[in-house]
T-cell receptor
C-alpha cells in the first residue's frame, strides 16, 4: 500500500515557467514532509522540507505547500531552469524527524528551452 | 567536504554468493539508513541505525543484514543474494537538527545485479 503517492510520473515545462509537482498521502500521522531531487547516477539530494504546523515554506525558487485537510503537498519551482530537470521525490515521516522516511515513486521533470 | 560514500558502485554477482556493500559518512551523524530503489516503487527503507550497535528493520528487511560497530560505517550484508534483490541501493546519513530542518544525506548509490 503506497502511503505517499506521486501520480504524475513525468512533467514537461518550458524554461522560465512555473513547475508544480504534486504529492498525496494517506497516513494522517505524517507530520514532516521533504522533497528530494535526483539526477541520474547520483543519490537524492535534499531540496526543501515542511513541518505539519506550517502550510508553506519557501527557499529561493522553491516553495512547498501543505494542505493537511486534503493530505496533499506540492512543490513549486519558479522560474524553472534547465538544470532543474531531474526526478523529484516527496517523502514523509510520522515522528517529525528525517530518521524514517516513506517516499513517493517520483516525478521526472523536464525543463525545455 | 561532507559526504556519504558507498562501495562498490556497481556489482554483478550470482545467486547465493555473499556480498557486502560498504557505507561510510564523515558528518558524525548518529542515524544512518539503507534504501533500495525499484521502478514504480520509489525508495523503500531496508534497515536503519540510531547509533552504534543499535539497528532496526525498515519496510523491506527480508534477505538483508546490517551492522553498526562504529559511528561512521554502516555496511549492508546480503548473506545469500537472490535475483529479486537486483536493485539500486542507497545509504543515507541523517542529520537530526530538529525544528523542521532534519534531512537525510544520500550516497551515490550501488547498482546490484544478481544473476
Amino acid at each position: 500500500d503506497q502511503q505517499v503517492k506521486q501520480n504524475s510520473p513525468s512533467l514537461s515545462v518550458q524554461e522560465g515557467r512555473i513547475s508544480i509537482l504534486n504529492c498525496d498521502y494517506t497516513n494522517s500521522m505524517f507530520d514532516y514532509f521533504l522533497w528530494y531531487k535526483k539526477y541520474p547516477a547520483e543519490g537524492p539530494t535534499f531540496l526543501i522540507s515542511i513541518s505539519s504546523i506550517k502550510d508553506k515554506n519557501e527557499d529561493g525558487r522553491f516553495t512547498v505547500f501543505l494542505n493537511k485537510s486534503a493530505k496533499h503537498l506540492s512543490l513549486h519551482i519558479v522560474p524553472s531552469q534547465p538544470g532543474d530537470s531531474a526526478v523529484y521525490f516527496c517523502a514523509a515521516s510520522v515522528d517529525g524527524t528525517a530518521s524514517k522516511l516513506t517516499f513517493g515513486t517520483g516525478t521526472r521533470l523536464q525543463v525545455t528551452l | 567536504e561532507a559526504q556519504v560514500t558507498q562501495n562498490p558502485r556497481y556489482l554483478i554477482t550470482v545467486t547465493g554468493k555473499k556480498l557486502t556493500v560498504t557505507c561510510s559518512q564523515n558528518m558524525n551523524h548518529e542515524y544512518m539508513s539503507w534504501y533500495r530503489q525499484d521502478p514504480g516503487l520509489g525508495l523503500r527503507q531496508i534497515y536503519y541505525s540510531m547509533n552504534v550497535e543499535v539497528t532496526d528493520k525498515g519496510d523491506v528487511p527480508e534477505g538483508y543484514k546490517v551492522s553498526r560497530k562504529e559511528k561512521r560505517n554502516f555496511p549492508l550484508i546480503l548473506e545469500s543474494p537472490s535475483p529479486n534483490q537486483t536493485s539500486l541501493y542507497f545509504c543515507a546519513s541523517i542529520s537530526l537538527a530538529g525544528l523542521g530542518t532534519d534531512t537525510q544525506y544520500f550516497g551515490p548509490g550501488t547498482r546490484l545485479t544478481v544473476l
